[in-house]
């Protein structure tokens, strides 16, 4: 089985008087790895609880796999949202949780789900109400990872887990993919450390969309040059500039929008040098910029 298309039009979600989602429309193609990135409060759980039809919109639309997910059994079989709550049986051992998502999803790899229990080193023995903030993330990457669902969102569980546990749960994620591809959205604030995942991203900031777009295009429309001063401000006067600092006589400055050719060739032949836009920059820099 293959991931599931999204397509988001408009989507508005209101808490009372505050509008948490504001007008966001943004499409993911199928088998992609998304990150859903965006500061505290910018709308990423709402997102997120809209696509696993946990919560209505107050306007707007989503679709998966073409349809309209709310109370469509199909579609809801293959949409998993791993929260950092857990959603799981916290007075039971791990076995009970396991048993039920295995009942719930017709996609649960039980013998995989037993190797990352493993994997994880959480403990059969003991009821989940034990257990640390940690392993009760690291048990959310578990049920998220052996669903196997062909939507599957993780809202920040990895927040929670020490940095072994976290790269664990990278690695294993993106080995599992390659073997079964998937739609996979990953939503944090934290991106340094997950952005080599992403095939796309989507920023969201205050509620409204700032960026959808998929990670190669960054490589082709955003650039950091470095250099002396006055040869890095020769060639980027007129472009879009997200970000730029000096350090002594040398600046850098980065970039955003579609670069020139010949401007770039110029920048390298007065002794700039060339480099790519990290997500974590990106995000940081329209961030800042939209909260200001
Ligand atoms: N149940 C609720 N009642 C009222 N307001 C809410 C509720 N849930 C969220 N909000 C508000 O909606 C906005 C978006 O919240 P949301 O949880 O979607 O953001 P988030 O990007 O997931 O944040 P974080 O990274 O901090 O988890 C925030 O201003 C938040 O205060």
Redesign the pocket.
């Known amino acids: 089985m293959s991931g599931y298309a999204v397509s988001v039009r408009d989507l508005t979600v209101r ?2 008087r ?1 509008i ?1 989602v504001d007008n966001v429309s943004f499409d993911l193609e199928p088998d992609g790895i998304y990150g859903l990135l ?10 997120l609880s809209v696509l696993a039809s946990m919560r209505r919109p107050a306007a707007g639309s989503v679709l998966i796999d073409g349809v309209e997910p709310f109370e469509n059994e199909r579609i809801m079989a293959g949409v998993s949202l791993i929260r950092e709550s857990g959603d799981v049986l916290t007075n039971e051992k791990i076995a009970a949780s396991l048993s039920y998502y295995e009942q719930a999803r017709p996609t649960w790899d039980a013998a995989f789900a037993d190797e990352l229990v493993d994997a994880f080193g959480l403990n059969r023995k003991k009821p989940i109400s034990t257990f640390s903030r940690g392993q009760r993330s690291a048990f959310g990457a578990v049920i998220g990872l052996a669903g196997r669902a062909p939507l599957t969102m993780f809202d ?1 569980v990895y927040l929670g887990m020490d940095a072994p546990s976290r790269y664990r749960f990278y690695d294993l994620l993106l080995a599992d993919y390659a073997e079964h591809p998937r739609t996979i959205i990953l ?1 944090s ?1 934290l991106i340094s450390e997950i952005e080599r995942l992403f095939s796309g991203v989507v920023i969201i900031d205050g ?1 409204r969309l700032l960026l959808n777009e998929e990670v190669e295009d960054f490589r082709t429309r955003g650039a950091t040059l470095t250099g002396p001063a006055a040869q890095v401000d020769a060639v980027t006067t007129g472009l879009r500039v997200v970000a730029s600092r000096s350090l002594g006589p040398t600046k850098e400055v980065t970039v955003y929008g579609d670069l020139d050719g010949a401007a770039l060739d110029a920048a390298r032949a007065a002794g700039v040098a060339i480099g790519g836009v990290g997500v974590q920059d990106l995000f940081v820099h329209l961030t800042e910029k939209e909260s200001r």
């Open positions: 808490y009372g505050t948490a965006g500061r505290n409060g910018s709308g990423k759980t709402s997102t920040e939503s604030h509620g």
